[in-house]
């Protein structure tokens, strides 16, 4: 038996030649998405019927890292701990290079956790409810229900009123968010506006919700016109509402206040549940002075923040805050983990919440603040750099998303990490991003695109469609 083992052992090259990719994993080919499933009804399909070509990225499996059996005497000649060594330095040498280049996706990278390197050690765990502990003694839990008071009083909502946990990134807030929302009311109708995130259509299928995609303004904000008439062909159902702190690719911040009043001058008052996805901008909007304010003062039900965003966790989390009324609607005693289960997850990463209650603890409110006004600086710098440059370019009010024309080259796009959608790419000013850096990624920009444009005599395309003709530098809105 051992030996039939033995021979059936491939090196993972080998087996590459034997059995070839399936198509879709081509780098060079171009797939077109299928058609959204998760809507039925109002606001269902794109009005223009048709699909928009994405570029995927390159093929991980050219360059993957084998794993090989180790050979007899291994353990004599040292060879094989010498060529884990040897990947992981160059490994290490392609993050430095990459968080050099890295400009397109909201993660702060600006962090020191030296100090928590003593603690890797452990498998902390911190399975079943935060609230009440497991027999499974190596957890963080202390840490966690720590960090959970900061976020609950940062939302104002007592510590009697709120329940929470720290989630394993921040779909997973989406996720339990839109199903607490589900469980309040069984019989709901899901409404999100056509720029959130894909976690919530996610949610959508997953849990076979109906779910109305409304339509946006070109700021990317959810249009409440349209969000009026779509509740009104559904008055017999109640409204579960996903509201955007900060949408993924235009970084646009849906007006709480007027979904509240949409809902409840058209009859679904105390009849809808609200959650709001702040994954990158619900931490950075409480230190930003005009503003508006995201607290359970108001008639919202959950919100999440991702860990690994602004406050710069090096490994993903998030953060999800409900009301505690809400919370014994889905969950459950489990007599196995002598705890609760009321998550998504069953098992979560107890390392999570001792890396965010680090930083809380050494930044504070005015540490944030700080880093939010920087973010908020830099970002005008990039917007005014690019507009006098003749770049289409758009930012947001309290946005540190720059989104502006997409670069011709795929290659340019790779190297800085760029997001992009249809026409359009942004940068998103984080608080590690720094002036010399944007200064880098400009100078960059324009040597690149003098040869895509042929010094002038080609024109940029025309993106006022998606950033507004205010907004757009081409041959026709130019001013």
Not at 3 to 23: F, H, I, Q, T, W
Not at 54 to 65: D, Q, S, W, Y
Not at 131 to 140: D, M, R
Not at 167 to 189: A, K, Q, S, Y
Request: with cysteine; proline share 4%.
């Amino acid at each position: 038996m051992v030996g039939s083992v033995g021979n059936g052992l491939m090196d993972l090259r080998e087996k590459e030649k034997v059995e070839p990719l399936p198509r879709e994993f081509d780098p060079e080919e171009i797939v077109h998405p299928k058609p959204p499933l998760e809507t039925e009804g109002v606001g269902g399909v794109e009005g223009s019927g048709k699909s928009r070509e994405i570029v995927l990225g390159r093929n991980v499996h050219t360059m993957c890292f084998a794993i090989k059996e180790p050979e007899a005497d291994d353990e004599v000649t040292g060879e094989r701990e010498a060529y884990m060594a040897s990947v992981l330095a160059r490994y290490r040498r392609s993050l430095i290079d990459r968080t050099k280049h890295h400009l397109g996706y909201p993660y702060n990278l600006d962090f020191d956790y030296g100090a928590l390197g003593q603690l890797q050690h452990f498998s902390i765990n911190n399975l079943g409810d935060p609230f009440i502990e497991s027999n499974y003694g190596v957890h963080s839990r202390q840490f966690e229900v720590g960090v959970l008071d900061w976020f609950a009083r940062l939302w104002e909502l007592e510590k009697n009123e709120y329940w929470g946990y720290i989630t394993n990134c921040g779909t997973e807030g989406n996720l339990h968010g839109i199903l607490v929302g589900r469980e309040v009311f069984p019989d709901g109708v899901l409404y999100a506006s056509r720029e959130s995130h894909y976690s919530i259509f996610k949610a959508a299928r997953m849990y076979r919700m109906e779910c109305v995609k409304v339509d946006t303004l070109v700021s990317g904000e959810i249009d409440c016109t349209h969000f009026k008439d779509s509740l009104l062909q559904n008055m017999e159902r109640p409204a579960i509402v996903n509201v955007n702190i900060g949408t993924t690719v235009k970084g646009a911040v849906d007006d709480l206040d007027m979904v509240i009043k949409t809902l409840e001058e058209n009859g679904f008052k105390d009849r809808f549940y609200i959650h709001c996805d702040g994954a990158l901008f619900g931490l950075m909007m409480p230190f930003v002075k005009r503003a508006p304010k995201v607290t359970f003062k108001k008639p919202i039900g959950s919100v999440s923040v991702s860990g690994h965003k602004f406050v710069g966790c090096p490994m993903p989390c998030g953060v999800q805050i409900t009301r505690s009324k809400h919370i014994n609607v889905l969950s459950s005693n489990v007599e196995y983990l002598a705890s609760r289960d009321a998550t998504i997850m069953g098992s979560r990463n107890g390392h999570a919440p001792i890396f965010l209650w680090y930083t809380l603890n050494r930044k504070g409110y005015r540490g944030f603040q700080k880093e939010v006004q920087k973010c908020l600086r830099n970002a005008h710098y990039l917007k005014d750099r690019l507009k006098e440059a003749g770049i289409s370019v758009m930012l947001n009010e309290l946005s540190s998303t720059v989104v502006f024309e997409r670069p011709k080259d795929e290659e340019f796009v790779r190297q800085w990490q760029l997001a992009c959608e249809g026409n359009i790419a942004h940068v998103v000013v984080m608080p590690n991003v720094t002036i010399d850096k944007l200064d880098s990624f400009l100078n960059e920009l324009l040597r690149h695109r003098s040869c895509w444009y042929q010094e002038g005599n080609i024109s940029p395309p025309c993106i006022a469609a998606d950033i507004g003709e205010e907004n757009c530098c081409c041959a026709l809105h130019k001013r």
